[in-house]
Structures are given as C-alpha cells and as structure tokens.
C-alpha cells in the first residue's frame, strides 16, 4: 500500500483478519446516548450535511476535501485529518497527501510522497470493498517494524483509515490521526467517518463526470474548431484550385506562345495580388531577354536586355549547387546583400521583394517567371506551390510547341518521303511486273500447245508456279509498308496440302540438286491431305524458310517435316482479310507443325535476337549475296497473324532448326476450293464476233493478249497508248478494251475518260446477232455508250484501283494475271460461253506421272474418310484378288475422289494388289483410332 514514508500503514499486518470493525474501538451502542453524545451527533449530521450540500454547489474536489478534514478535525478533536490520493500509474504502490488539517505542533504531510510496494498486491482490493482499519495505539497492533517508524514520522498513536472510492475504483484513503496519545475509536465516529467517505465518493465521482464532460466539451469544440478550420481551408484551396485551373486552361487553349504568356503573367498577378510578374527567356549563349510583362499601371515598364541579365545573375548565385526544384526569394532587398547595380535597378523599379521561379523545356533552361512586390512580402508555402505547378505547365506548353513545330517539319519531310516512295514504288511496280507478266503469259500459251511432251509441260509448270511465287515475292516487297502499319490480313480457303508441299519439294529439287545436298521430306501418316488456311501465305512461309536453309548449307542435308498436334487453344481465332473473324464451322482443330533442319553454317548465340527484325541479317547472311533481310520477319509476321507461332534454334557451326506451328482446319475432300480450272479452247457454237481493243505499250505484253484472244475466236486490234484508243474506237467501234494505265502520249486514265465522255455524248447502240445456223445463239446488245473497259495495270496500290473505277473503266486486272480469270470477267460482262478442254489447265506432275509419287500417307488419310464397309470390302477382295469387285467399287468413288480412285486403278492396273491390301489395311487402323 501507498502510505507517507514516516506514517505507520493503514492496514493490519498479514496475521490480522481483514475486518470492517475498528481495532480498539470503544462500543456504547449497549447504553442509551448522553446528551453530550446526542449532541455530537447532531453536529456530526449537520458537518455531513454542509459537506453534502458543498458537493451540490462546487465541483471543486480541493475545496471539498478542505472544508471536511477542517470540520472533521474540529468535530472529533483529533490531531490530524488528511486525504491521501493513489497514484493511479503505480498499481496502488505510491500516492500523495492532498488536503489536511493538522495542529501546528505536529508535522504536516501534505505533499509527502508515499510508497508501500506490498499495498497494490494485498490490500487495495480489499479497501475497494470497503474495508476500514481502526488503531487504538500503534504500539500495541502488532505492526512492523518498518511501519511503527513511518507512524513515528509522522508522530501517529492511533489512526483511522477509510477508502474513498470513485466509482468502482478506489481513489485515495481518508486517514483520522491522533498523535498525542492513544485514542479508541468510537463506532460512531467510525460510522461519521464511513459516511463522511461516501459524500466525498460522490463528490470525486462527480467531479470525474464532471472532467469528463468537460473534456468531451473541449474534443467536441475543438473539433468544431477543426471542422470550421478545415472548411475554411478547403474553401481557401478549392479557390486556389480554381485560379491555378483557370491560368492552365488559359495555358493550354492557345498554341502562340506569346499569348500563352499574355495571359499566364496576367492571371498569376490577379491571383496572387503581386506589383508585377514577367517572363524573362535566354538563348544557350546566355543572353535573354524580355518577353512579356504584366504590373500595375503607376509602375514604370522593366528594361529588356540588362533586366534580363541581372536576373540570370540573381538566379544563378542563389542557386548555385542546389536543387532544379529550388525557387530563389527575397522578402525585403534591404535584408539580404546584392551587388550596387542590383540594387540600383531594383529600386529603379521599385523592387522591394521578389520570388524567381525558373522554367525548363525537359532538361534544359528555358527562362524565368519573375514575381514582385513593391513592399516587403513574405511569400508563403502556396504562393510557392502555385509558381511551381504554373511552371511545369508553362515548361510543358513550351514543349509541346517545340514538339509541334518539329512534327510539322518532320511531317514535311515524311510527306515529300513518301511521295517520293510512292513514285519509286509504282515505278518498281511497273518495272517489275511487266516483264513477270510476259515471262507467265508466255508459258501460259505455251502450255495451250497439245504437241508438248509431258516434260515440257512440267517444265512450264514450274515456270509458272515459280513465276507466281516470284510474283508474291514482289507484292510483299512492295507492300511492306502494310506490315509495318499491320493492314495485312489473310485469306482463307481450302487447299491441297499434298499437293502444296510436293509442289514445294519439286520448286527445290533443281537447287539441292545444284548444291550436291540432300532434302529429306517427311510427312507424317496421319497428315490430313486437304486443310483450311491461307494458302498463300503457308506457302510463302515454306519457301522463305527452306531458301534460308538452302542458302547457308553448303553440305549435308535440309530436311522437312511435316506433322499435326492437337489443337490446345480453341480460343485462337484468325480473321480474314475483310476483318471479321473465321465462322464456328470454320475453326482450327489441329496445329499444323513443320520443321525445317539443316546442316548448315548456323547462327551465333548473338546475333539470335535481330534474326525477325527487317533488314536485318546475321553474319551469314550478310556475308551472302543473296536476300535483303526481309524473309524471316515476312514468316514471323504471317504465322502470328495466323495464330501461330516459329521458333529457331541454332548452333555456330552446327546448323539450324526452323520450328513452325499454325492452327488450321482439317477438311473433307469434297470441299477443297480446287485450283485446277479447265482451260478455254474458243467461244461456244454461235456467239458473234467480239472486237476487243488491246492498249499496250509494251510489245510483250500485248502480243500475249493478241495470240490468246485470237486463238479463241476475239477479233484483235492493239495500239500503243491512250490516243490511239480513243481513235480506235471511234472508227472500229470495239466491245471491249483492256486499257493499260501507265503509257506514253495519253494515259489509261485520260483514255477511259475521254471515251466515257463521248459515249455519253454519242446515245446510240450496236445489236449484234448470232450466226445464221445458230437461232438459238446467244444474241448481246452492246449500247454504244456502254463499252467494257477493262483496266490492265502493273501497280499493286489500292488507290491505283479506285482511281481506275473512277475514271469509268467496268473492272480492273492486275498484271500479271492468270489467264483463266480474265477469261471469267470476260465472261461476266459480255455474257460469254466457252468451249473448254479436258484437261485441266495446272497438271500437278508429281501426283499424275507415277501411281508411286502420289504421298502414302495422304492415300491412307483419304481412304479412312470413306465407310468402313466400303474398305472392309475393298480390302477382303484385294485379298482374293476379286478384279470385278475392286474395279466396281473404284467406280463408285470416281466422282467424289478423282485422284484417290485413279491412283487405285494404277495400282490395279500394275497387278500391285499387295500394296492395296497394306493401303486399306492401314486406313482401316486410322478410322478405329
């Protein structure tokens, strides 16, 4: 317990009981009361009663406690009365005397420090219950001895101890002190003093409530403080918000830097309530000067130059080595040292303060925002802030100017770039194509000839196919500008992938053969033989990428691979060329693998990284002459658009692997989009005679046109440029015209316009009827102002396209063009009939010239698509050597499969039933899996 250091305790010792009767008390509650007593009573009910009613008027706690130990001690005629408080942050283990009423001749404990470290542990609960401790002599209670000497402190012979609480808790003890003698303490006074102890509770509880609600009064107004403070803040910011928005709105809605700052030095004056504000800019060689100036009217103007370099003087030596962010400020000049002709041009101006807020372009100084007060000012934190946002603004403004008048200068120079690109490309263009299209044209009337023996007419079929390749080649060179801005898109359809990939084999077998190498080609078994892609582009892809392995292998091998995967990635959905993405029934079900390894000169672990970049080559490649570094990114690019993806990997030295895989769809025989087309042989039995105008100027080119057309029964004129068509036509009055674009004298485009004019001005019309023994023959009415004109050109721009249309021409062909689509359009607008060959017009040697060379695992592939009764029939009859039977079911399958049915017959016809026997085995295999 917490007792004055010199005073006895206040509890009995740990052998006493705990007890709320006194020690030593005297008992007279057996005698009736004497009239001495009865009047200590009444004075003992009025002290209780004037304490109370001193509770209901004061909530003065200090007061209080001194009004009762002065009556107390003056009603009991005791030596001392006190209160002693607990130090609530020791655990009841130190405290203090509060208030006391002591006679002079004995020592006063008020204000004694007390500490008892065994109070907290064995008695305070106890005294929280109420406990009270009563001691007619300290002598005889059987105390300490550490005890007996704090009471001897303290000159106590008996003492009487009450708790006070507050609330639940206890607060401090009201000690009753004796010190002259030993005293017995009545039960009435112990009863007055319990009693006495409970309004002083009341009044401590009282006075906590009343702490309390004064402390909630003063949280509740200082958050009212806060509120009022915050809004008004708010208020104050909202207001800055406001101006600063205004001056960027200001900043921003103009493009003329001088208004820019017009404006900006205006608005910060308004706001900030400055003299002046004004923009200072500097050159890179340091001298600046005035741009723009804002101040009151009474001021006189700054000077231009020698401001400017005063200005640069103060800002530099204030900020030497000090951050960009730094914002140099004087208050008053007379407090802070500047040169004499500072000063002296300050005070010209009337400069007392000013604040210089320094303006970058990125990096690099720009200028400064000068702001002045014309009496000394303290510029505070917000001033600042708003300076240095309106800076960053001003620095951007002044960038984006910048930026502008170099885009504008770069657009320039990218305009007049791309003209001239343009110009070199419809050059190229032309240049390139026009030749390519005499070199297909050519092979392609040759390849009408019957006489040709089977190997000339492989050998012109592979002029065309590798003159259709070099073609592509030639539109991806020139249309690269399309990859870069990502317009190019794919056309899907259905193609023969048997046939694609031995077209491909046959293009590189001269070159392997060349070389002394070897092209291993392995298709896989279960290699479906028709798939859903774009062809075009999968076939662009095989050669650029065998080129490259041909390329670097000087010995060795290159080998092709070709095998399926399962489809993971459902999700992968190509688009077409229009843009909109491939239908549900035409996904992708399985991915299309192909490895291409050589054993080559490879590629450095460096230089593996720039490998799909455009014109660019790894050491290899550059040490060749061949290529321009356009190939793999043209692969990289089609495979990703297809929803692919193509790996590489390579060792120096030990060649290359070339790893492709593309989504595709795997098809049905039946729905190929096939690609051999009959070819024309004339015009059918009783068609009048067609007068075509050919307008070339290259002699190639139209002789190709002349012989074709002639051959099928066109009567044929040519002239060599757009005069002469017009002219032309006037005269001999032709139905259709193939108008090339590009020619001397007058071009395609005036030629079409002219003609076009004078039809409409014309109005009249040929009828041209069939032949006499043909009344039945097809009868064409060509109106005069309706001529067909058919635009031939060698540019491959959409806007070349447009423009043809535009001049009036009815369709638009591409050099060079296959013969069978110009056949179609003719067909179209003249309401043509053919009589056609045979023979399709794209022989396909390497599955017609032996049963062998047709792929085993395609045959297999096609054979599991057909019934299994089919097969099992086919199979047990081959076994037996049945001829009837396999020849009738041959038959059956004539229509839908053409090659498979005459593949079987050959084998058939060759006595190989063994081979027929293994076939339909495995395809039977292939369907049960």
Same mark, same amino acid.
């Given at each position: ?247 960027? #709105? *200001?900043? %921003? $809605?103009?493009? @003329? !830097? /001088? ?6 030095? +205006? &608005? ?105 007060? #014309? *009496?000394? %000012? $303290?510029?505070? @934190? !917000? /001033? ?6 309106? +800076? &960053? ?537």
């Amino acid at each position: 317990m917490i007792i004055p250091e010199t005073e006895p305790p206040h509890l009995p010792s740990s052998s006493q009981q705990p007890t709320i009767e006194p020690l030593n008390v005297e008992d007279s509650d057996l005698t009736p009361p004497t009239a001495a007593q009865l009047k200590m009573q009444l004075q003992q009910a009025i002290l209780l009663g004037d304490v109370t009613n001193e509770i209901r008027q004061s909530l003065d706690t200090t007061t209080i406690f001194q009004i009762a130990v002065d009556k107390v001690q003056t009603l009991l005629q005791v030596d001392r009365v006190a209160i002693f408080q607990f130090d609530s942050a020791t655990d009841y283990k130190q405290g203090v005397f509060v208030a006391e009423k002591v006679i002079p001749i004995y020592y006063s404990a008020v204000a004694a420090r007390v500490q008892d470290d065994s109070f907290g542990e064995n008695y305070a609960t106890k005294y929280q219950l109420g406990r009270v401790f009563a001691v007619a002599d300290v002598y005889d209670a059987g105390l300490s001895d550490c005890h007996i000497q704090i009471y001897e402190r303290f000159q106590v012979r008996a003492t009487l101890v009450v708790p006070l609480l507050q609330g639940e808790k206890l607060w401090g003890l009201l000690c009753i002190h004796q010190c002259s003698r030993p005293r017995a303490w009545k039960s009435a006074e112990i009863e007055f003093i319990k009693k006495l102890a409970d309004q002083l509770s009341v009044a401590l509880k009282q006075a906590e409530l009343h702490e309390q609600a004064l402390e909630k009064s003063q949280q509740l107004q200082s958050a009212l403080n806060q509120v009022k403070a915050q809004k008004e803040r708010e208020a104050w910011l909202a207001q800055y918000e406001r101006n600063f928005t205004q001056i960027i #709105q *200001n900043i %921003h $809605q103009n493009l @003329d !830097i /001088e208004d820019i700052f017009k404006a900006t030095t +205006r &608005d910060i004056r308004q706001f900030l309530k400055c003299d002046r504000v004004a923009v200072y800019t500097y050159c890179p060689e340091g001298t600046g000067e005035l741009l723009l100036e804002s101040s009151e009217s009474h001021l006189s103007p700054l000077s231009g130059s020698q401001g400017a370099s005063i200005w640069q003087d103060i800002y530099f030596n204030a900020t030497q080595g000090r951050a960009r962010d730094y914002i140099p400020l004087v208050t008053d000049i007379d407090q802070q040292h500047h040169p004499d002709g500072h000063l002296v041009l300050l005070e010209q101006f009337q400069i007392r303060a000013y604040l210089l807020v320094p303006v970058f372009i990125g990096d690099r100084f720009w200028g400064l925002l000068v702001t002045c007060q #014309q *009496n000394p %000012h $303290q510029w505070d @934190d !917000i /001033e600042q802030s708003l300076l240095r946002r309106v +800076r &960053d603004q001003l620095g951007v403004a002044l960038q984006h100017a910048e930026l502008m008048h170099q885009l504008q200068r770069s657009k320039e120079k990218a305009e007049a770039a791309n003209r001239a690109k343009s110009a070199f490309l419809a050059n190229m263009s032309h240049e390139l194509r026009t030749p390519l299209n005499a070199i297909l044209g050519f092979s392609q009337l040759l390849n009408r000839d019957k006489n040709l023996t089977p190997k000339q007419k492989q050998t012109l079929t592979s002029i065309n196919r590798s003159g259709s390749h070099l073609l592509n080649l030639i539109n991806d060179v020139l249309e690269m500008s399309k990859i870069e801005a990502g317009r190019v898109s794919l056309n899907f359809k259905n193609c023969d992938l048997m046939s694609l990939l031995d077209s491909i084999q046959e293009m590189f077998l001269l070159k392997v053969e060349s070389k002394g190498l070897k092209l291993l080609v392995d298709k896989a078994l279960d290699l479906p033989p028709y798939i859903r892609t774009d062809e075009s582009r999968l076939r662009q892809v095989l050669i650029n990428v065998l080129t490259n392995a041909l390329k670097f292998t000087e010995q060795g091998s290159v080998a092709l691979k070709v095998y399926t995967q399962p489809l993971r990635s459902p999700n992968l959905v190509p688009t077409h060329d229009d843009g909109n993405a491939v239908t549900e029934e035409h996904q992708p079900n399985i991915y299309l693998c192909i490895d291409v390894e050589d054993t080559g000169v490879g590629i450095s672990a460096s230089e593996m990284g720039n490998l799909f970049e455009t014109f660019t080559q790894a050491s290899a490649g550059r040490n060749s002459t061949e290529g321009a570094g356009l190939g793999l990114a043209i692969c990289q690019h089609c495979i990703e658009l297809m929803g692919g993806n193509i790996l590489i990997d390579s060792k120096e030295g030990q060649g290359t692997t070339v790893q492709i895989k593309v989504p595709v769809m795997a098809t049905q025989t039946k729905s190929v989009d096939h690609l051999d087309v009959p070819m024309v042989q004339t015009l059918a039995p009783g068609h009048p005679h067609i007068r075509m105008l050919v307008v070339e100027d290259n002699p190639e080119n139209a002789q190709i046109v002349i012989d074709l057309m002639t051959s099928v029964g066109f009567e044929v004129q040519s002239v060599v440029n757009g005069q002469q068509a017009v002219a032309c036509w006037q005269t001999w009055q032709p139905h259709v015209i193939l108008m090339d674009w590009q020619m001397p004298v007058m071009n395609g485009y005036e030629a079409t316009q002219t003609i076009r004019t004078l039809e409409s001005q014309a109005g009249s019309t040929i009828h041209l009827q069939g032949s006499q023994d043909s009344s039945n023959s097809p009868s064409v009415l060509f109106p005069l102002n309706n001529t067909i004109i058919i635009a031939l050109t060698a540019s491959v721009f959409e806007d070349t396209k447009q423009e043809c249309f535009k001049a009036g021409c009815d369709d638009f062909l591409r050099k060079p063009y296959q013969q069978s689509v110009l056949f179609e359009m003719l067909a179209q607008h003249l309401n043509l009939q053919y009589v056609y060959d045979e023979c399709p017009q794209n022989i396909n040697f390497l599955h017609s010239s032996s049963p062998q060379n047709m792929h085993q695992g395609g045959i297999e592939y096609q054979l599991s698509q057909l019934p299994k009764p089919w097969l099992a029939k086919l199979h047990q009859a081959a076994i037996e050597l049945d001829e009837e039977q396999m020849s009738q079911q041959f038959v059956e399958i004539t229509s839908d499969y053409p090659y498979l049915s005459t593949h079987l017959t050959k084998l058939f016809q060759n006595l190989q039933f063994d081979h027929i026997v293994n076939l339909t085995q495995a395809a039977l295999q292939i369907k049960k899996r």
